[in-house]
């Protein structure tokens, strides 16, 4: 990917940097809150001690959690908006955590080894260049260290991804369409669980559709062994609470969790 890509992913971040971090520390983010995080920590191993660095760290709530669990942990981002709050909450709440602006698709400037795992939470399906993003993380590692990350699930959510549904509107299945399509492209959406009546700006989401052998063979060829893979569902208590959350439990995959280590 080239670097004006890099520039237009970090300006759209930048964009939507301020109404994200309002929404995230406010509790719209319902899939992050009851879902996908709580789905990455069981996968997670302890990382108590661990010299850790997270690729897309955001606005830093992912980051601080993990460096509460007892990691020296190292935050990253390509929005320079989105470093600035991550290190707002961090001068008015310090923990320990140091955040750095840059694109973890390509080199960070970091020492080579300086880590013992990468961890990153739903943020490498958003970056221009997966394959680079692998091999920093390599260069970054320790031998013997890890990477750990959470995307969306690259054969359910694709770019033709449409709800099926009977004649009395139940959702029956998931229909999907396109997956071999890698057409770049730019999502508008914004946090389902908002009040109706209530006017926000949606976010401008650039997308970097893949397949899952783009995944795996990236991985592989930065040198990495991949030692574990899950599908996690939605719990039932998080299902009752998110009713709709069921159509993933049921009838498509949400989440792609991935472990792989360095040699």
Known sequence: ???????????????????????????????????????????????????????????????????????????????????????????????????????????????AGSFDAVISTMALMDGPDFQGAMHEAYRLLRPGGFIAFSVLHPCFITPGLHWQKDENGKTTGLCVARYFDRSTFTESWKFGNRPADESVVPFAVPRFPRTISDYINAIASAGFRVARIEEPQPTEDACNEVPRFRRWRDLGAFLLLVMAERP
């Open 1 to 111: 990917m080239t670097d004006q890509t890099h520039l237009e992913v970090a300006e759209r971040w930048n964009q939507n940097a301020d109404q994200w971090t309002a929404d995230v520390r406010n509790g719209y983010d319902v899939y992050r809150d009851l879902f996908t995080f709580p789905a990455f920590l069981e996968f997670l191993p302890d990382i108590t001690g661990l010299d850790v660095i997270d690729f897309g760290c955001g606005e830093g709530t992912n980051t601080r959690y993990f460096a509460k669990m007892g990691a020296h942990i190292t935050g990253i981002d390509i929005s320079a908006d989105m470093i600035a709050h991550a290190q707002r909450a961090e001068i008015s709440g310090p923990i320990g955590v140091t955040y750095q602006l840059a694109s973890y698709s390509s080199e960070t400037g970091l020492p």
